[in-house]
């Protein structure tokens, strides 16, 4: 298990609790407006193991939950171990997911180690690999989406509303995944670091914040659970 970065304490990340938030290096997707580019670009750090055991182990008791994001977390080789040693601290996780390995979420399903999943709905599955790079088919995240409702675990969907998605393509959306307990819209902020052969894309105007509420409101029709932030 490798961490690359980690943010001591966080109040935005798990709802309603403090937490860590840990980074992890390396992902299967190449969206271009990643805001954690230098996890995918070979630049990033990586922290001593025992450096973040040992903050975990003071911080028991004093943080609520530990967030395990990237990156992409199911690329991890060690994650369930790693999750199952800081859960014996007392620890309440939460994973981040692009939801492309359903299969390791299976897994992590059947030995109840995650209290709470994000799962990142990027695009219009008809347009996952336009807008997230190739060998990205949507139908992996769907079937992620479909375990985390099966098992009855707590979980929220989220959408970053980048400028290339216009209303019909969040309609679409919302129609193509079954009702989820929460779904979060998230307006697009415009990376500190891109490719080049992004900078175009990066730069398109985001929605503004009464923008995105009009979108949440027509989306409740298919999602009950919406929000926007």
Avoid: W
Wanted: glycine share 6%; net charge neutral; proline share 6%.
């Amino acid at each position: 298990m490798i961490i690359s970065g980690m943010v001591k304490s966080s109040l935005v990340d798990y709802p309603g609790m403090v937490s860590c938030v840990l980074f992890v290096p390396g992902c299967n997707y190449d969206c271009f407006y990643c805001h954690n580019r230098s996890l995918l670009d070979g630049t990033h750090q990586i922290l001593p193991a025992e450096y973040v055991e040992d903050f975990l182990q003071k911080r028991a008791g004093l943080l609520d939950a530990v967030v395990i994001t990237g990156g992409e977390p199911t690329l991890q080789k060690g994650l369930l171990p790693f999750i199952k040693s800081i859960k014996r601290l007392g620890y309440r996780i939460k994973l981040d997911t692009n939801g492309s390995s359903p299969s390791v979420v299976a897994d992590l399903l059947e030995n109840d180690v995650c209290d709470y999943f994000a799962v990142d709905y990027k695009a219009p599955a008809a347009r996952y690999e336009e807008i997230c790079g190739s060998n990205s088919p949507a139908g992996t995240v769907l079937e992620t989406i479909r375990l985390l409702l099966k098992s009855d675990s707590c979980f929220e969907v989220r959408t970053t509303v980048i400028p290339q998605l216009q209303e019909k393509d969040l309609l679409h959306m919302a129609q193509e995944l079954p009702a989820v307990p929460r779904y979060v819209l998230n307006r697009y902020r415009i990376p500190d670091k891109h490719k080049e052969s992004d900078r175009l894309r990066i730069m398109g105007k985001p929605y503004s914040q009464e923008e995105i509420n009009s979108f949440v409101t027509l989306m409740k029709k298919y999602q009950p659970n919406m929000a926007g932030y």
